[in-house]
Protein backbone atom coordinates (compact mmCIF):
# COMPACT_ATOMS: atom_id res chain seq x y z
CA UNK A 1 0.00 0.00 0.00
CA UNK A 2 1.12 3.61 -0.45
CA UNK A 3 -1.14 5.55 1.17
CA UNK A 4 -3.60 4.61 3.55
CA UNK A 5 -5.85 6.21 6.76
CA UNK A 6 -7.16 4.29 9.70
CA UNK A 7 -8.99 4.46 12.60
CA UNK A 8 -8.19 2.52 15.34
CA UNK A 9 -10.88 2.07 18.40
CA UNK A 10 -12.57 5.92 17.77
CA UNK A 11 -15.73 4.98 15.80
CA UNK A 12 -19.55 3.73 18.00
CA UNK A 13 -19.55 1.17 15.18
CA UNK A 14 -15.78 -0.45 14.26
CA UNK A 15 -13.30 -1.07 15.59
CA UNK A 16 -11.11 -0.88 12.64
CA UNK A 17 -11.90 1.84 9.75
CA UNK A 18 -9.54 1.95 7.11
CA UNK A 19 -9.34 3.09 3.58
CA UNK A 20 -6.22 2.79 1.24
CA UNK A 21 -4.63 2.53 -2.10
CA UNK A 22 -1.97 0.51 -3.14
CA UNK A 23 0.27 2.08 -5.90
CA UNK A 24 2.40 -0.17 -7.74
CA UNK A 25 4.07 -0.25 -11.38
CA UNK A 26 1.23 -1.73 -14.01
CA UNK A 27 3.41 -4.43 -15.16
CA UNK A 28 3.80 -6.15 -11.95
CA UNK A 29 1.50 -8.66 -11.74
CA UNK A 30 -0.93 -9.25 -9.21
CA UNK A 31 -4.27 -11.27 -8.30
CA UNK A 32 -7.37 -9.55 -7.41
CA UNK A 33 -8.09 -9.57 -3.38
CA UNK A 34 -10.40 -13.02 -2.85
CA UNK A 35 -10.30 -16.12 0.09
CA UNK A 36 -6.91 -18.10 -0.17
CA UNK A 37 -7.28 -21.50 -0.36
CA UNK A 38 -4.20 -22.16 1.05
CA UNK A 39 -5.22 -20.13 4.17
CA UNK A 40 -8.11 -18.55 5.70
CA UNK A 41 -7.37 -14.94 4.73
CA UNK A 42 -8.93 -12.63 2.30
CA UNK A 43 -6.27 -10.61 0.44
CA UNK A 44 -4.90 -9.95 -2.77
CA UNK A 45 -2.04 -11.63 -4.18
CA UNK A 46 1.60 -10.25 -5.95
CA UNK A 47 2.72 -12.74 -8.41
CA UNK A 48 5.98 -11.42 -7.82
CA UNK A 49 7.33 -12.10 -4.91
CA UNK A 50 4.37 -14.37 -4.09
CA UNK A 51 3.40 -12.14 -0.73
CA UNK A 52 0.29 -9.44 -0.39
CA UNK A 53 -0.21 -5.94 0.55
CA UNK A 54 -3.06 -6.14 2.67
CA UNK A 55 -5.13 -9.01 4.32
CA UNK A 56 -7.44 -9.87 7.05
CA UNK A 57 -8.17 -13.24 8.50
CA UNK A 58 -11.03 -15.12 9.79
CA UNK A 59 -10.34 -14.34 13.35
CA UNK A 60 -10.03 -10.55 12.13
CA UNK A 61 -6.34 -10.46 12.54
CA UNK A 62 -5.44 -8.12 9.70
CA UNK A 63 -2.09 -6.71 8.41
CA UNK A 64 -1.30 -3.76 5.66
CA UNK A 65 2.36 -3.16 4.69
CA UNK A 66 3.86 -0.04 2.59
CA UNK A 67 7.07 0.35 1.25
CA UNK A 68 9.65 3.23 2.71
CA UNK A 69 10.39 5.33 -0.09
CA UNK A 70 14.22 5.24 -0.60
CA UNK A 71 15.85 6.17 -4.07
CA UNK A 72 19.23 3.56 -2.73
CA UNK A 73 16.17 0.71 -4.19
CA UNK A 74 15.75 -2.52 -2.16
CA UNK A 75 18.81 -4.61 -0.57
CA UNK A 76 19.74 -7.04 -2.79
CA UNK A 77 18.88 -10.75 -1.86
CA UNK A 78 16.03 -9.01 1.03
CA UNK A 79 13.17 -10.88 2.08
CA UNK A 80 9.96 -9.92 0.48
CA UNK A 81 8.25 -7.53 2.80
CA UNK A 82 4.68 -8.80 1.75
CA UNK A 83 5.49 -12.36 3.70
CA UNK A 84 5.74 -10.18 7.01
CA UNK A 85 1.96 -9.90 6.89
CA UNK A 86 1.42 -13.39 5.61
CA UNK A 87 3.91 -14.21 8.65
CA UNK A 88 1.49 -12.62 11.44
CA UNK A 89 -1.55 -13.98 10.29
CA UNK A 90 -0.45 -17.51 9.96
CA UNK A 91 1.37 -17.05 13.74
CA UNK A 92 -1.86 -16.15 14.91
CA UNK A 93 -0.18 -14.44 17.67
CA UNK A 94 -1.38 -11.07 18.96
CA UNK A 95 0.37 -8.11 17.47
CA UNK A 96 2.55 -6.92 20.00
CA UNK A 97 4.43 -10.22 20.45
CA UNK A 98 4.77 -10.46 17.06
CA UNK A 99 6.04 -7.53 16.22
CA UNK A 100 8.54 -8.03 19.17
CA UNK A 101 9.88 -10.86 17.48
CA UNK A 102 10.06 -9.96 14.40
CA UNK A 103 12.09 -6.16 15.85
CA UNK A 104 15.49 -8.29 15.95
CA UNK A 105 15.01 -9.13 11.77
CA UNK A 106 13.79 -5.78 10.44
CA UNK A 107 17.23 -4.72 9.32
CA UNK A 108 17.16 -8.15 6.60
CA UNK A 109 14.55 -5.88 5.33
CA UNK A 110 14.72 -3.12 2.31
CA UNK A 111 12.69 -0.47 4.35
CA UNK A 112 8.82 -1.04 5.08
CA UNK A 113 6.11 0.03 7.35
CA UNK A 114 3.72 -2.43 8.87
CA UNK A 115 0.84 -2.29 10.64
CA UNK A 116 -0.79 -5.33 12.28
CA UNK A 117 -3.70 -5.95 14.65
CA UNK A 118 -6.13 -7.90 16.39
CA UNK A 119 -9.09 -7.82 18.66
CA UNK A 120 -7.20 -5.91 21.03
CA UNK A 121 -3.95 -4.68 20.09
CA UNK A 122 -2.51 -2.29 17.29
CA UNK A 123 1.04 -2.38 16.37
CA UNK A 124 3.57 -0.47 13.94
CA UNK A 125 6.92 -1.88 12.87
CA UNK A 126 8.97 0.28 11.17
CA UNK A 127 12.41 -0.36 10.09
CA UNK A 128 13.18 3.10 9.48
CA UNK A 129 11.96 4.72 12.33
CA UNK A 130 14.02 6.01 15.62
CA UNK A 131 11.80 3.36 17.42
CA UNK A 132 11.06 0.62 15.42
CA UNK A 133 8.23 -1.03 17.16
CA UNK A 134 4.98 0.49 18.66
CA UNK A 135 1.61 -0.20 19.80
CA UNK A 136 -0.74 2.52 18.83
CA UNK A 137 -3.61 3.63 21.08
CA UNK A 138 -7.00 4.63 20.20
CA UNK A 139 -6.58 7.44 17.43
CA UNK A 140 -6.65 8.25 13.63
CA UNK A 141 -3.44 7.64 11.86
CA UNK A 142 -1.83 8.06 7.96
CA UNK A 143 0.43 6.44 6.42
CA UNK A 144 2.15 7.04 3.14
CA UNK A 145 5.73 5.97 2.00
CA UNK A 146 7.47 7.43 4.93
CA UNK A 147 7.09 7.47 8.61
CA UNK A 148 3.86 7.01 10.19
CA UNK A 149 1.80 10.36 10.39
CA UNK A 150 4.46 11.99 8.59
CA UNK A 151 2.92 14.92 7.01
CA UNK A 152 3.14 14.98 3.61
CA UNK A 153 0.30 17.20 1.72
CA UNK A 154 -1.38 14.68 0.15
CA UNK A 155 -2.01 12.19 3.49
CA UNK A 156 -2.82 15.92 5.74
CA UNK A 157 -5.77 16.06 2.85
CA UNK A 158 -6.77 12.67 3.15
CA UNK A 159 -6.78 12.71 6.61
CA UNK A 160 -8.56 15.93 7.24
CA UNK A 161 -11.43 14.36 4.95
CA UNK A 162 -11.25 11.21 6.69
CA UNK A 163 -11.95 12.21 10.32
CA UNK A 164 -15.26 14.49 8.46
CA UNK A 165 -16.49 10.87 7.56
CA UNK A 166 -15.68 9.63 10.89
CA UNK A 167 -18.46 12.06 12.13
CA UNK A 168 -21.23 9.94 10.43
CA UNK A 169 -22.20 6.55 12.47
CA UNK A 170 -23.52 4.94 8.68
CA UNK A 171 -20.03 5.18 7.06
CA UNK A 172 -20.73 3.97 3.20
CA UNK A 173 -18.35 2.46 0.94
CA UNK A 174 -18.78 5.40 -1.71
CA UNK A 175 -18.12 7.88 0.42
CA UNK A 176 -14.64 6.17 1.19
CA UNK A 177 -13.70 5.35 -2.03
CA UNK A 178 -14.83 8.86 -3.41
CA UNK A 179 -12.11 9.95 -0.55
CA UNK A 180 -9.47 7.68 -2.16
CA UNK A 181 -10.16 8.67 -5.42
CA UNK A 182 -8.75 12.49 -5.25
CA UNK A 183 -6.48 12.55 -8.27
CA UNK A 184 -5.36 16.71 -7.59
CA UNK A 185 -1.77 16.81 -7.23
CA UNK A 186 -0.09 18.61 -4.32
CA UNK A 187 0.87 22.95 -4.84
CA UNK A 188 4.12 23.21 -6.24
CA UNK A 189 5.60 24.55 -3.38
CA UNK A 190 4.31 21.38 -1.46
CA UNK A 191 6.58 18.84 -3.20
CA UNK A 192 9.04 17.44 -1.58
CA UNK A 193 12.68 17.31 -2.93
CA UNK A 194 13.00 13.25 -3.00
CA UNK A 195 15.41 13.45 -6.22
CA UNK A 196 12.78 12.40 -8.30
CA UNK A 197 12.44 13.96 -11.61
CA UNK A 198 9.74 16.85 -10.93
CA UNK A 199 7.08 16.24 -13.02
CA UNK A 200 7.17 12.04 -11.57
CA UNK A 201 7.10 13.93 -8.39
CA UNK A 202 3.94 15.67 -9.09
CA UNK A 203 2.02 12.87 -10.04
CA UNK A 204 3.19 11.08 -6.69
CA UNK A 205 1.70 13.93 -4.69
CA UNK A 206 -2.15 13.23 -5.54
CA UNK A 207 -3.68 10.49 -3.50
CA UNK A 208 -5.10 8.45 -6.67
CA UNK A 209 -2.15 8.27 -8.66
CA UNK A 210 -2.39 7.86 -12.89
CA UNK A 211 0.74 7.25 -14.26
CA UNK A 212 1.15 5.22 -17.39
CA UNK A 213 4.24 3.51 -15.45
CA UNK A 214 3.27 3.39 -12.06
CA UNK A 215 -0.23 4.38 -10.53
CA UNK A 216 -2.59 3.48 -8.03
CA UNK A 217 -3.80 -0.08 -8.53
CA UNK A 218 -6.44 -0.37 -6.91
CA UNK A 219 -8.33 0.70 -3.55
CA UNK A 220 -9.61 -0.82 -0.59
CA UNK A 221 -11.87 -0.70 2.27
CA UNK A 222 -11.96 -2.38 5.53
CA UNK A 223 -14.50 -2.12 8.34
CA UNK A 224 -14.14 -4.60 11.41
CA UNK A 225 -17.06 -3.91 13.78
CA UNK A 226 -16.90 -3.67 17.96
CA UNK A 227 -19.13 -6.85 17.19
CA UNK A 228 -16.49 -8.77 14.98
CA UNK A 229 -18.22 -8.45 11.79
CA UNK A 230 -15.58 -7.91 8.97
CA UNK A 231 -16.88 -6.04 5.75
CA UNK A 232 -14.26 -5.43 2.95
CA UNK A 233 -14.29 -4.35 -0.46
CA UNK A 234 -11.80 -3.47 -3.56
CA UNK A 235 -11.62 -1.94 -6.79
CA UNK A 236 -8.87 -2.37 -9.34
CA UNK A 237 -7.86 0.21 -11.72
CA UNK A 238 -6.11 0.25 -15.35
CA UNK A 239 -2.95 2.59 -16.28
CA UNK A 240 -5.58 5.61 -16.85
CA UNK A 241 -7.33 4.87 -13.82
CA UNK A 242 -10.48 3.59 -15.37
CA UNK A 243 -12.38 0.85 -12.63
CA UNK A 244 -11.38 -2.70 -14.22
CA UNK A 245 -12.55 -4.93 -11.43
CA UNK A 246 -14.38 -5.05 -7.55
CA UNK A 247 -14.85 -7.65 -5.17
CA UNK A 248 -16.54 -7.25 -1.55
CA UNK A 249 -16.44 -10.09 1.03
CA UNK A 250 -18.36 -9.98 4.14
CA UNK A 251 -18.01 -12.37 7.65
CA UNK A 252 -18.43 -13.11 11.32
CA UNK A 253 -15.37 -13.91 13.40
Excluded at 11 to 35: C, G, K, T
Excluded at 99 to 117: D, E, H, K, M, W
Excluded at 136 to 160: E, M
Aim: net charge negative.
Amino acid sequence: MCLLVLAWNVHPRYRLVLAANRDEFHERPADAMAWWPDRRIVAGRDLQAGGTWLAVAGDSHFGVVTNYRDLQGPLPGAPSRGQLILEFLDSREPAPEFSARLAPQIARYSGFNLLVGDATHLSYVANRAAQPVRELPAGVFGLSNHLLDTPWPKLVRTRVRFEQLLASEALAHEDLFALLSDREPSQEHELPESGLPREFERALSAPFIVNERYGTRSSTILLIGHDGAVDIAERRYDPLGRTTGRAAFEFQT
